[in-house]
């Protein structure tokens, strides 16, 4: 919870920089099992609260945490955007280089020959590309920059930092200048996948034998097997397109 759900940082953010745009990525793991694809709530806090409300309980630690910290944003930030997040595929993090699901299963067609995956658990992989579009849509349209416009912004500035007084009369100046925003939207690939699709379409993508791809069972636990999320809104809401799961992995093998 004090990594999840930080609401001492929501506080002092809030003291600082109340017009700040906030992004905060959550997980679909605060969902629960479900034949049909699950909605998001969209542009505004009202139907972002609804959906945060009607939210079934998560099973696991991970899922309360995350579905808390929707909840505290929904109750005092006026300017959001929640992203619910499914597994993400993409090349290796730029810097140190680490991989995630898709070159973990690519390591084990190589090193062993095959790999067994759930047959039974169904995410909506998304990549890594959609994410990045999507956060930087998210800032050109919603976001502000804080660098003084003039000399009386940067005297205005400089005693809000000394002044209780002068502190409430610059926030309520910048919640004026910045209009609210509240947005809850999927962000997950255009496609619902168990891990076993998943992984034979690594294989096609690194050039390797699909068929060394098994399906296994997975064993009872707290994350959900099947959720698959509706980014429709997303699109929308940001006008960044669904990024299909063939390029995502084209990108994270190239040949």
């Excluded at 020959?113 to 930087?136: K, N, P």
Aim: hydrophobic residues 45%.
């Amino acid at each position: 919870m004090a990594v999840n759900c930080p609401r001492g940082f929501l506080e002092a953010l809030h003291a600082c920089v109340p017009d700040i745009l906030l992004i905060h990525f959550s997980t679909d793991l605060v969902l629960q099992d479900s034949d049909t694809p699950y909605k998001d709530g969209g542009g505004g806090v009202g139907s972002a609260a609804r959906c945060v409300a009607q939210t079934p309980h998560p099973k696991n630690a991970y899922g309360r945490s995350k579905l808390a910290f929707e909840k505290a944003l929904v109750q005092g930030w006026d300017r959001c955007c929640i992203f619910r997040m499914s597994n993400v595929a993409g090349p290796l993090a730029p810097y140190d280089k680490s991989g995630k699901f898709a070159q973990w299963v690519e390591t084990q067609l190589r090193a062993k020959g095959a790999v067994d995956l759930w047959r039974d658990e169904v995410r909506s992989f998304v990549s890594i590309r959609q994410v990045r579009d999507g956060v930087r849509a998210c800032i050109a349209k919603h976001g502000v920059r804080h660098e003084p416009a003039d000399d009386h912004e940067a005297r205005a500035l400089e005693a809000a930092a000394f002044s209780p007084s002068e502190t409430t009369r610059f926030h309520a100046r910048a919640r004026a200048l910045r209009p609210p925003v509240f947005l809850h939207l999927n962000l997950a690939g255009p496609a619902a996948l168990s891990r076993v699709q998943f992984g034979r379409a690594v294989a096609a993508a690194a050039a390797l034998d699909g068929d060394l791809v098994r399906g296994a069972l997975r064993p009872a636990g707290a994350a959900p097997k099947v959720v698959a999320l509706d980014s429709s809104s997303y699109v929308q809401a940001l006008g960044v397109p669904l990024v299909p799961l063939d390029l995502a992995l084209r990108e994270a093998f190239p040949s």
